[in-house]
C-alpha cells in the first residue's frame, strides 16, 4: 500500500511514526542501506519479532540467530554498541528471554534517530517520495 501524503509528511514531525509506519520503516531501510547502516534496522526489526516469540525454545534459536549477527563481533553486520550494553547481553545469553536485546534495541533505536534520521529527511529517497505522493494526491 502506497503511503498517503499525511503520512510521509508526519514521519518528517518524529521518527516514532516513521518507525511505526511499515512504509515508512521500508523506506528508512532503503535510506539506511544507501548509508551502509542497514543492519540498525534490521536488528530492531528482529527484536521486535523477538518481542512477540512466547516459546521458550524458539525464544533461545532466535536470540542466538540476533546475536550471532548483529552482536557478535566476527559478524559482517555487526551493531554498534558500547560496552556497557554488550556485557548486559552476554550475561542475559545464558538465560535469553524475549528482551534481552532491550537495551541494545534502545541504543539502536537511538543513534538511528539521532544519526540517520536527519539525513533521511533530507535524503533524496525522502524528498522524491514525498514529492510524488503529494503530486499524485493533487491529481486525484
Same mark, same amino acid.
Given at each position: ?56 525454545? +524458539? ?40 528482551? +534481552? ?40
Amino acid at each position: 500500500a502506497k503511503p498517503t501524503p499525511e503520512e510521509v509528511q508526519g514521519w518528517a514531525q518524529s521518527f516514532d511514526k516513521l518507525m511505526k509506519s511499515p512504509a515508512g520503516r521500508n523506506v528508512f531501510r532503503e535510506f539506511l542501506r544507501t548509508e551502509y547502516s542497514e543492519e540498525n534496522m534490521l536488528f530492531w526489526l528482529a527484536c521486535e519479532e523477538l518481542k512477540t516469540e512466547c516459546n521458550k525454545h +524458539t525464544i533461545d534459536e532466535k536470540a542466538r540467530i540476533i546475536y550471532e549477527d548483529y552482536i557478535s563481533i566476527l559478524s559482517p553486520k555487526e551493531v554498534s554498541l558500547d560496552s556497557r550494553v554488550r556485557e548486559v547481553i552476554n550475561r542475559k545469553m545464558q538465560e535469553p528471554s524475549s528482551h +534481552t536485546f532491550d537495551d541494545a534495541q534502545l541504543q539502536i533505536y537511538t543513534l538511528m534517530h539521532r544519526d540517520s534520521y536527519p539525513r533521511f529527511l533530507n535524503s533524496a529517497i525522502y524528498k522524491s517520495l514525498l514529492q510524488s505522493v503529494s503530486h499524485s494526491s493533487s491529481e486525484s
